[in-house]
């Protein structure tokens, strides 16, 4: 695609697992891109740049305001038509044993640092009346995280935010979408602790490509969500007609430390 007609895309998380795989089907839809995360991005640039697209990236940990001023700023003002906020981590173990600092890095980047992002980008696309935001929510919105509490908590949250800002912008020709993944296959669960849990290291994880693929086509198509993956559909509608009592329950054997040996 001529380098004047590219549209560029934000990806937030860019640095692995869905993140990673999001970025390479904006690269594939010809659109330029600036990448997020908090760990250096240049193998993901080279690979993607080599896709024949332009590509920056900016290293910043958007749990704080500063970090996503930062990327706010690498933007100058340049009209982003797609903004895939990614970026987040899980946190397992029982609530009362973590460290608050890391409950609070969970908060901060799922939340505060996702929403603030959208509330700058979004503005924009709302004057200029276009734009697509794709939120990567989660299954884990739809039942008590036993043994991950704060971390279903903070998908609760995207998942329900994502819904409200949709409608808030219905008719500013700016989309909301939420993706929703259930267990996919990426450094996620290493990086949450959750290597001795039955979750962790389950055999049949999502193809995180898989996922983005369809992340990505519904951000396209504009819909409002989308659960990725037929197992995962059927989990989230039980979900919604089980008790949360229950639900709270079948969480604890997936993610309690140790479970991984049962
Ligand atoms: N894997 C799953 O089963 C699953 C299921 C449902 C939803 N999700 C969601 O999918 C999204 C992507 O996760 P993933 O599974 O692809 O895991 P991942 O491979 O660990 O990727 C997470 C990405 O987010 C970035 N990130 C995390 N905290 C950040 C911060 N404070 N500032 C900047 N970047 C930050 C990481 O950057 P660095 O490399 O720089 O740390 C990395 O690029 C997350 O929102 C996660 O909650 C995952």
């Given amino acids: 695609m001529n380098a004047s007609m590219r549209q560029l895309a934000v990806v937030t998380g860019a640095s692995s697992g869905i993140g990673l795989e999001l970025a390479r089907e904006c690269a594939r839809h010809g659109y330029d891109l600036v990448l997020a995360a908090d760990t250096p991005l240049g193998k993901a640039e ?4 080599a896709m024949g697209v332009k590509v920056e990236s900016v290293q910043a940990d958007l749990a704080t305001q500063e970090g996503v001023d930062k990327l706010y700023e690498a933007l100058q003002g340049r ?38 992002l959208i509330q700058l980008v979004g503005n924009d696309m709302r004057s200029r009346r276009g734009g697509r935001i794709l939120i990567t929510g989660s299954i884990a919105g739809f039942m008590p995280g036993t043994f991950q509490a704060v ?24 989309t909301v979408t939420c993706l ?38 519904a951000m396209l198509d504009g819909e409002g969500d989308v659960v990725a993956g037929m197992k995962n559909k059927i ?3 039980m979900a919604s007609v089980t008790p949360s009592a229950m639900l709270a329950e079948q969480h604890r054997k997936m993610a309690e430390p140790g479970s991984a040996k049962q």
């Fill in 46 to 49: 080279a690979e993607l740049s």
């Fill in 79 to 116: 009209t982003v038509e797609a903004l895939l906020a990614n970026a987040g981590h899980g946190l397992g173990k029982g609530f009362l044993d973590q460290d608050f600092s890391e409950v609070r890095h969970v908060i901060d980047t799922n939340i505060t640092g996702t929403i603030y």
């Fill in 151 to 174: 971390y279903n908590g903070t998908k609760a949250f995207i998942d329900s935010f994502s819904w409200a800002l949709r409608n808030e912008l219905k008719d500013s020709g700016v």
């Fill in 180 to 217: 929703m993944p259930g267990v996919t296959d990426t450094e996620f669960f290493e990086r949450a602790d959750l290597m001795d849990t039955k979750v962790g290291t389950q055999e049949n994880k999502a193809d995180p490509a898989e996922v983005a693929r369809i992340g990505f086509k």
């Fill in 235 to 237: 989990q989230s509608a």
